[in-house]
């Protein structure tokens, strides 16, 4: 047998996944506690030894890939020029490349930014502003002031090509990666070559710096941050490989304690006659909401969704309701137990599903000229995407995965708003979508059958869900 | 030796005015004559010209107004790049710039009035906006903030 071991080292958890490559199943999963603060070795073995207890021996591994969100995540800091430009396009940049995004700043850097970026504690620093020709001014005294501070973390340079070489100069070694501008052009998004750059950085320097290394012996190397490991699974279903058909456009959500994920494989561009306007938005685009998740950050997640309409939605009582929050956001590991409990995580996963969506997703707006009026779009149109999946624990452990993912679907409440119409509703039931993504580095079609013959489809609803939609 | 930058000039047409055939005729000469144009076309807020410019170092920004609110959507045009720091920035305007019989001495005084340092009364050639750049700039590395008259 040809079997593969995928890993994520979770900032909870050490989860594991075994498949055959030849049958494209799966073996079976494993789990130990994340240990990564003490000795990330006492996870992996824990874990190692639940995989063999549920399927009775190891076999061989031909690969042992991971990914990690452990220690924090990869955090980041994006530095650009212009906040809806090139600050946008290097914040677009980092959060493609799986960053735990913990500050973004515009314009020159004042002593106050430079005191904040120290206590945000990077991992990698990307530093942008200018199209190519451009403005180099500020890029250059962003450069200088970062060389100046005792920041100490890599620095990955994504701006003005034309400032590099000064840019290369002011920051010496801290300067660990020179790549192309995130915005060569006025307009122009080029996210690619600085999304590899950091991935690469976090390869190098990441996974040392955090001690996951030490588990070396057990796997062969951790290729990504898990979110991008995510966003690399989403991508291999989309466009599927020569031979094998993909799903086509998707979006992929996964609503989590701290944060809800939203990804979208699409090119999201105008329908006939439409205007658009803003930056051009990224085919592969992941956006983080730090504000809703399902239990460090309930508090503000039930604020996003207003108390009395999730309390509707729950079918509690708006006191109890709040004392249950409170409950949640204390208690981060709580998986619900009681009817209330459950109401109350389901209300909460459809809110987050519904913003996080929202939130992604672009809109229009009809603006009135002298010659009529006209359509204009800010944002991705993902209306006509093919497939929703969903994925994560509040949605796998859910007893009504339809009811809440399918808040990702256009509302007719809010027209302008351009989410999803008439997709497939599917579930990533054996949480494969990160191993997938690691697995296609090393075995594509392998990893692309295995994602598709695992994905639950969702397609019987309801009949009042089927009126709602409608 | 590098070759001298060449001048970048941001192009667009502003407000809720889709009239985007004269900027595109603007756009393709200036482009011929040999300057860098960063186009952005129809529909565009006075701030989104002022963003471009200050990423793109633009030395020139050429506003074009054929719906008759351009005096509407142009006010403290000046004012935006002086807030994003740039003062000396070349401005021009053009189009069917007022609504109404007014005289075109009047209007021009209105447009020069507001920080802009020419305005192009319809039916105004490209070869005299080209003509404009290339005197403006010239007498701007002369002495700096200085349109030529």
């Known amino acids: ?470 | 030796m590098t070759p001298p930058r060449a001048r970048t000039i941001v192009t667009g047409v502003i407000g809720s005015d889709t009239h985007i055939v004269g900027n595109r005729i603007l756009t393709m000469a200036l482009e011929k004559a040999g300057y860098k144009v960063v186009s952005l076309g129809a529909l565009t807020p006075a701030a989104d010209f002022v963003r471009a410019a200050v990423e793109t170092r633009a030395d020139a920004i050429l506003v074009s107004s054929l719906y008759g609110q351009g005096e509407l959507d142009c006010r403290g045009f000046r004012d935006l790049c002086v807030e994003a720091g740039l003062e000396g920035i070349l401005l021009y305007v053009g189009g069917n710039l007022v609504v109404g019989k007014r005289s075109w001495e009047e209007t021009e005084r209105t447009y020069l009035g507001m920080g802009f340092d020419r305005a192009a009364a319809p039916g105004t050639r490209v070869e005299t906006v080209i003509e404009w750049l290339g005197r403006d700039f010239a007498a701007r590395e002369q002495g700096p903030r200085r349109a030529g008259t």
Do not use: W
Request: hydrophobic share 45%.
């Open chain 1, 1 to 470: 047998m040809s079997a593969a071991l995928l890993i994520d080292f979770g900032s909870t958890y050490t989860k594991l996944r075994a498949v055959d490559l030849g049958k494209r199943r799966i073996i079976g999963s494993g789990q130990g506690p994340s240990t990564v603060t003490t000795d990330i070795t006492i996870g992996m073995k824990l874990a190692l030894a639940d995989l063999e207890r549920h399927c009775g021996g190891l076999p061989r591994f031909q690969h042992r890939l991971a990914s990690s969100s452990a220690a924090g995540g990869l955090r980041m800091v994006t530095i650009g020029l212009v906040r809806e430009l090139t600050a946008e396009a290097a914040r677009q940049a980092a959060l493609g490349a799986g960053a735990k995004l913990v500050g973004t700043f515009a314009y020159r850097l004042n002593a106050a930014d430079l005191a904040r970026i120290l206590e945000l504690r990077p991992d990698i620093v990307l530093l942008a502003g200018g199209t190519d020709g451009g403005n180099a001014e500020v890029v250059l005294h962003n450069a200088a002031a970062l060389a100046a501070s005792a920041l100490e973390c890599p620095i990955v340079y994504a701006g003005n090509r034309d400032a590099a070489d000064q840019a290369r100069a002011r920051l010496g070694a801290r300067l660990v990666a020179c790549t192309g501008n995130v915005m060569p052009e006025f307009n122009v998004l080029d996210i690619e070559p600085a999304r590899s750059a950091i991935r690469q950085v976090f390869i190098d320097r990441i996974v040392h710096a955090k001690g996951i290394d030490r588990a070396a012996a057990e796997f062969d190397s951790v290729l990504m941050p898990t979110p991008a490991a995510v966003l690399e699974g989403a991508r291999l279903l989309a466009d599927g490989l020569p031979g094998t058909r993909g799903l086509g456009d998707l979006l992929v959500v996964d609503p989590g304690g701290a944060t809800t994920d939203v990804h979208s494989i699409a090119a999201g561009g105008p329908a006939p006659g439409v205007i658009p306007q803003g930056l051009p938005e990224p085919r592969v685009k992941r956006t983080v909401e730090g504000d809703l998740g399902m239990r460090h950050n309930a508090a503000t997640l039930a604020a996003a969704a207003g108390l009395e309409a999730l309390a509707r939605d729950a079918g509690l009582e708006p006191g109890r309701m709040s004392e249950l929050l409170l409950q949640f956001g204390t208690d981060v590991e709580r998986l619900p137990a009681s009817a209330e409990e459950v109401a109350l995580d389901r209300a909460l996963a459809r809110a987050a599903v519904r913003i996080a969506v929202r939130r992604h997703c672009g809109t229009t707006e009809t603006v009135y000229t002298t010659t009529g009026p006209v359509t204009v779009q800010h944002g991705k149109d993902l209306s006509r995407v093919e497939a929703v999946i969903g994925t994560g624990g509040a949605l796998v452990g859910s007893t009504e995965p339809r009811a809440v993912l399918g808040m990702a679907l256009f509302d007719p409440a809010e027209p302008l708003s351009l989410r999803p119409r008439a997709p497939r509703l599917l579930l990533d039931r054996e949480y494969l979508l990160y191993a997938c993504g690691l697995l296609q580095a090393a075995e594509p079609q392998a990893a692309l059958e295995l994602a598709l013959g695992h994905l639950a489809v969702l397609d019987q609803e309801t009949d009042h869900e089927r009126a709602r939609h409608a």
